[in-house]
């Protein structure tokens, strides 16, 4: 699995993930720091889906406790860059 | 012999689109099999068999509009012998309408007007080929008389009917009284994204009517205490990996699987003027679409699901509602719907039912209201749940009952 490395990396995979869970959504609009949830037509079902997505393609456990974490774009990539770091 | 015909998904469905076979002459299939691919005005539905065999004949083709019960396709059944091939368009398939899965299967719709082409009431002869003309011509063939076979309706009956109506139009005669929109619909706009959610609406508008026009509604609501089931979850959750935690929601279709069992009067399709009670309680569970409409699969035999396994179910028609992978009886089986806006912020739902089902459950936003418990007022997290009943089958009494069961079985969410 290609781990990605730099924040921009980060991004790009994250919103990939995202287009598989809501494949209709307009991306490019997509406000970063803005939760998910109030800028694109998904439920608590695919929110679930994406963080699965994360967990699969980044191999991190994320606690049920941390998902407010992901819920935006700048907020995923935070994440994911601590987690990378640590 | 077994007939292999156009189901009904529902009671919005009258036809569908074959979109491919999915097995080809020769083959065998075993009950279950995925055996075509067809669209509906909702979504694309893989069509499973319902005999073991092999298939004999494959009558209709792809591109083909056909109504619910028309016979698709012959599958020759262990220990019979084969039949002649039936060679369009001599000697047309029978078209007849569909037989009722017992006990599950929602009936078809009302059979056309009799008229000299019906042999018998519902049963109308004439081959998917002889049907798609007389759409293309604009002839219904309801009022054509068949010269084929068992008075089956041929092409040529088809192109007769169309040269005649022709020749009174030139002669200045009246055309036929009866409407002209019963058949099929052309082909042309079916997979116009903007038309097919105009169908869609439709098509859904047509069963609601139908259900509020038919069926004498009552509605009852409850407040249910999530505070254990909530807390339960979330300790749930820690134990579990990311891949196989549980949505609240599911906690909720499992309470009212279980409540069915406690009162199995809901858990029943209304056929005939009367109420047939489901051995087998599968729920329908309420899934947006992304283009728009809903569609409400059955999770099977949803009462005796692990609430892991329902999860998993759960995921799963829920990914193939969206994509467009549902399977027939996913659609044809549900003896329940249940759905719930709370992810939209609703506090309560007023359903409709969907027929033939006799109750649908509805649950709103789970949210933080003040709560007494043992005399003290505290902030508890609270669902409220409504049942839409159909009261031919059974009264508040009954449907009290049930959401108080649900009520119960959500205050041990262990045991679920």
Not at chain 2, 2 to 24: R, Y
Request: hydrophobic letters at 40%; charged letters at 20%.
């Amino acid at each position: 699995m290609n781990i990605p490395l730099t924040s921009d990396e980060i991004r790009q995979t994250v919103l990939r993930l995202l287009g598989e869970v809501a494949p209709e959504a307009d991306l490019t609009a997509l406000k970063p720091g803005v939760g998910f949830r109030d800028q694109l037509d998904i439920d608590s079902m695919d929110f679930l889906n994406f963080v699965i997505l994360i967990h699969k393609t980044f191999g991190l456990e994320i606690p049920e406790a941390d998902y407010p974490k992901y819920a935006t774009l700048n907020g995923c990539v935070e994440q994911l860059s601590d987690k990378r770091a640590t | 012999m077994a007939e292999f015909v156009m189901p009904t998904l529902g009671s919005d469905m009258t036809e569908g689109t074959l979109v491919e076979w999915k097995k080809k002459l020769g083959d065998r299939v075993v009950k279950g099999d995925i055996i075509a691919e067809v669209d509906t005005e909702k979504a694309a539905i893989e069509i499973e068999s319902f005999h073991t065999g092999v298939i004999e004949q494959l009558l209709a083709k792809p591109g083909e509009r056909i109504p619910v019960g028309t016979v698709m396709a012959i599958i020759r059944e262990v220990g019979t012998q084969a039949t002649p091939a039936i060679q369009a368009p001599a000697s047309p398939p029978p078209l007849q309408k569909v037989s009722p899965k017992e006990p599950v299967s929602p009936p078809p719709p009302p059979p056309p007007p009799m008229t000299a082409a019906v042999t018998e009431p519902g049963r109308l002869r004439i081959s998917p080929a002889a049907r798609k003309l007389a759409s293309e011509l604009g002839v219904d063939p309801a009022f054509v008389q068949g010269t084929g076979p068992g008075g089956a309706i041929t092409l040529d009956d088809i192109q007769r009917s169309a040269n005649a109506r022709g020749e009174r139009h030139e002669a200045g005669g009246q055309q036929p009284s009866a409407p002209l929109t019963t058949g099929p619909t052309p082909l042309a706009s079916a997979g116009e994204g903007g038309d097919r959610q105009a169908r869609m609406r439709q098509t859904i508008a047509a069963a609601m009517a139908r259900s509020k026009r038919e069926i004498p509604h009552y509605y009852l609501s409850t407040t249910i205490d999530m505070g254990r089931a909530m807390t339960w979850l979330k300790e749930e959750n820690i134990k579990r990996p990311v891949t196989d935690r549980l949505l609240y929601g599911v906690l909720l279709i499992k309470a009212v699987a279980l409540a069915l069992r406690q009162v199995p009067e809901l858990n029943a399709l209304w056929k005939e003027n009367a109420a047939i009670q489901s051995p087998a309680i599968h729920v329908g569970v309420a899934v947006s679409l992304r283009q728009g409409g809903l569609i409400a699969p059955a999770i099977h035999d949803t009462d005796k699901r692990s609430l892991g396994d329902l999860m998993s179910s759960f995921q799963d028609v829920v990914k193939r509602a969206r994509a467009g992978t549902l399977r027939s009886s996913e659609l044809s089986d549900p003896t329940i719907t249940v759905t719930s806006l709370g992810e939209q912020g609703v506090e309560t739902v007023f359903g409709v039912i969907y027929p033939p089902q006799v109750a649908l459950v509805g649950f709103g936003k789970v949210v933080e209201r003040p709560w007494v418990i043992e005399g003290q007022v505290v902030s508890r997290p609270v669902v409220t749940a409504s049942l839409s009943a159909d009261h031919r089958v059974t009264d508040g009494h009954r449907g009290g009952v049930f959401l108080s069961a649900i009520d119960r079985l959500l205050q041990e969410p262990g045991q679920l």
